[in-house]
């Protein structure tokens, strides 16, 4: 196909080349530019084309050697090439934006590849969980085709870990160690389950045969690498001999560039950042003066208004289930977070989009206590997974620690950030986007943004009866995204501490130690993804802000909000001139 295609397509653009304006033909020459560059993609990413429920090259399996980062080297290149002959002023908005997101894309792949090289030092990055349990356990095809392309991609299995041993070089301890855990985790995937279906499949005796040997092969591979890990790699690392798992400031400001794509630079929304909390620490010592009569009769309330809060957020917390509920207590609040969206005309949630509680499979375990897996734009009608973290290897202190962060009114705003209306119902909406570039190269800013911008706008709506022990609870949540970025570019810019770090969560930011020691741990495994929730959010509500005062009194929240979502997972700072430039034709949103 790249033989054939990308001349053609160079043929194209060079014969629109002498327009002036933009004009159908440009967008329709574009149009035939992605189809192309999102088939290559594919072909050169077939992990992730699956993923999104693209199963073309389900029996492939990339071998991260150095051939395949040339490859992908190569691939950005001639596509960078390719994108530079289009005039990006002269495409519609819609395609322009494409544009800027494929571009973003191309160069951050070079990024990857050729300066943060975390291939090198993040033994993490090779994990073949998720990629075979969405073969072995999602019915997207039939079963026998499933296992023969299943056998086809074990075969690469060995050559995988292989080429992870050989790119290795001066690891992080506590990517390492991550590694270790999750590989055993992914070596669950190849247990009972494969062999049951193996069984019950329509395959010959020998193929069944076959199979159950590379499966069995397989296994042995994710866990030799796990051993690997931990017999001879963990035990040499040390302060001296591990790569720190600080960027520093170079690499994490061109991280955040490349994943945030923000208005704002990484400096400015840190500083943002500082600002906010400071307003929410004010916010929050209203409420409790409010509330401290309640609840402490015949107690006189701290001058400090930091350990005012404290106590009182403590005496909040007190009241949450217990750790054998946890997952049911999520479950029984989604049909009313349903109920109140629906009620409140906030936005249209597709009852045909299934969303699934689940424990979080073994090998996503240690980074996330709560996520949302949702279906490529391939395949809009599967299974939408909110993964709840386990509380089964907590002691029963870790877990009361645990259960008073995620509180009575706090699990109802995580289950509006992670289910509805934020994570799973914007992810929906995304799929249905008309460009499919918007929904592949989604960009996590405006994601995370969104389910955080709503955990607002519900409360603002009245959700929680406007109780001000639910807007106490809330502030301390929103302050946490606020803390994320604060700690996210400090540990990695700034060197902040730990014990720094901890007194920022649980002295400034009210969390419990629990969580607090494992956002410490998120931060050290990953870089600028903390900095997306306050990022977007920011964004958001300050574009909404925007709308409404333009509107007057034809603003229309459910409007601004199926519009905004109508663009796809694009950055915050596209969609906003996508709308404005909408609005400014239509001079105000339909109801």
């Not at 290149?77 to 519609?92: A, E, M, P, R, T």
């Not at 009569?293 to 809060?309: Q, R, V, W």
């Not at 969206?341 to 979080?360: A, I, Q, T």
Request: charged share 25%; glycine share 4%.
């Amino acid at each position: 196909m790249k033989k054939f295609i990308i001349p053609f397509i160079a043929i194209v653009i060079t014969s629109c080349g002498n327009s002036t304006k933009p004009t159908e033909s440009q967008d329709k020459t574009f149009d035939v530019f992605k189809e192309a560059f999102v088939e290559e993609l594919w072909k050169n990413n077939p992990e992730w084309a699956s993923y999104n429920g693209y199963y073309k090259y389900d029996s492939v399996l990339s071998v991260p050697d150095d051939n395949y980062r040339k490859a992908q080297l190569s691939f950005s290149s001639v596509w960078l090439d390719l994108l530079k002959k289009f005039d990006v002023k002269l495409l519609s908005s819609s395609n322009k934006t494409d544009y800027l997101m494929i571009e973003n894309q191309l160069k951050s792949n070079e990024f990857y590849i050729n300066e943060f090289k975390s291939y090198e030092w993040n033994p993490s990055n090779y994990n073949l969980g998720e990629t075979f349990a969405k073969m072995i356990n999602e019915q997207y095809a039939p079963l026998d085709e499933r296992l023969k392309n299943l056998y086809k991609r074990l075969q690469k299995v060995d050559a995988y870990y292989a080429a992870a041993k050989t790119n290795i070089k001066q690891p992080t301890i506590v990517h390492t160690t991550l590694a270790i855990s999750q590989n055993r985790g992914a070596a669950e995937v190849f247990g009972a389950a494969v062999i049951d279906s193996i069984d019950k499949s329509g395959l010959t005796a020998q193929e069944k045969v076959d199979l159950k040997t590379a499966v069995e092969e397989a296994k042995e591979a994710v866990l030799g690498y796990s051993d690997w890990l931990e017999k001879d790699i963990l035990p040499t690392l040390n302060e001296q001999t591990a790569r720190s798992f600080r960027l520093g400031k170079e690499l994490f400001t061109k991280k955040f560039d490349y994943e945030i794509t923000s208005s704002y630079s990484a400096d400015q929304i840190y500083n943002k950042a500082l600002e906010h909390k400071k307003n929410l620490h004010s916010e929050m010592a209203k409420l409790t003066k409010q509330l401290w009569p309640k609840y402490f009769k015949d107690k006189i309330m701290p001058t400090d208004s930091l350990l005012a809060i404290k106590e009182m957020i403590g005496v909040l917390s007190l009241k949450h289930v217990h750790r054998d509920s946890f997952q049911f207590a999520i479950e029984k609040q989604i049909p009313e977070l349903t109920a109140f969206v629906k009620d409140k005309d906030l936005l249209y949630l597709d009852p045909s989009k299934p969303l699934v509680v689940r424990v979080e499979p073994a090998y996503m375990q240690g980074v996330a206590g709560a996520s949302i897996s949702s279906p490529g734009p391939y395949e809009k009608n599967a299974n939408t997974y909110y993964n709840v973290g386990p509380l089964t290897g907590y002691s029963p202190e870790a877990a009361e620690s645990y259960l008073r962060e995620y509180n009575h009114y706090m699990l109802q705003i995580l289950n509006i950030h992670e289910a509805i209306p934020g994570h799973y119902a914007q992810l929906v909406y995304s799929n249905q986007s008309p460009s499919i570039i918007k929904s592949i190269l989604g960009n996590g800013a405006m994601v995370e943004g969104w389910a955080v911008y709503t955990e607002r706008m519900m409360l603002e709506e009245g959700y929680g009866n406007n109780e001000p022990e639910m807007w106490l609870i809330y502030y301390k949540w929103n302050l946490r995204a606020t803390c994320n970025t604060i700690l996210d570019y400090s540990i990695h810019t700034a060197n902040m501490s730990e014990e720094d770090a901890m007194k920022l969560m649980v002295n400034e930011g009210f969390q419990q130690e629990k969580e607090a020691a494992n956002k410490w741990k998120r931060a050290n495994l990953t870089q600028v993804q903390l900095c997306s929730y306050f990022t977007g959010y920011r964004e958001i509500y300050d574009f909404r802000e925007e709308v409404k005062m333009q509107q007057g009194d034809n603003f229309k929240l459910k409007a601004f909000h199926e519009k905004f979502l109508s663009y796809g997972s694009a950055p915050v700072k596209y969609i906003r001139e996508l709308m404005l430039e909408d609005l400014k034709e239509g001079s105000q949103l339909a109801n």
